[in-house]
């Protein structure tokens, strides 16, 4: 047994996997309680608020090799707007994984979830934000609904990322 504390590619590794699992969980939510499925919302806001060319030549690249698939480009714009909303999230839930682990490796006891609940909710609050400015609707009941969906999310991928990190380190 070794005393070195988990590092930050398992923290990116765990990260990612828990991010899959979330996203997973927000399309069941979002299709059982029609609700907009927030990462292709988030996607939506971020091709209007980011700089010009940047989502423009991300989902020309995913175009590109789309059309070299031989899949027809009618088709093909939606799908690789929703490819590229997951690509986003998932190296988001990679990194959020790697610094929530670099965070803990420093901490001189041994580390509780409060750090990644704090992380997890801080994401989500983000989410929320973006999925709002790119509503058509006011907010009424359904978005409150969604906002307390992805903030739930949000924490539980953090806490279980940092109660992942409690295990690893248990097992060194």
Known sequence: M???KPGVGSGALVGLLLMAAALSLLYLIAGLLNLPYAPLKAFDW???NLPGGLVTSGLELLLGLLNALGLPLSQTGKLAQGILAHV???TAGALGGA???AVLRQAPAEADITPGL???AAGASALVLMVNAVSIDPPGPAWFLLALVLLG???AWGGLTAWAYQRLERLR
């Open 99 to 101: 610094a929530l682990f």
């Open 153 to 155: 999310t949000g924490m």
């Open 46 to 48: 971020l091709a209007r």
């Open 118 to 120: 704090a992380l997890g």
């Open 88 to 90: 986003i999230f998932l």
């Open 2 to 4: 070794t005393s070195e």
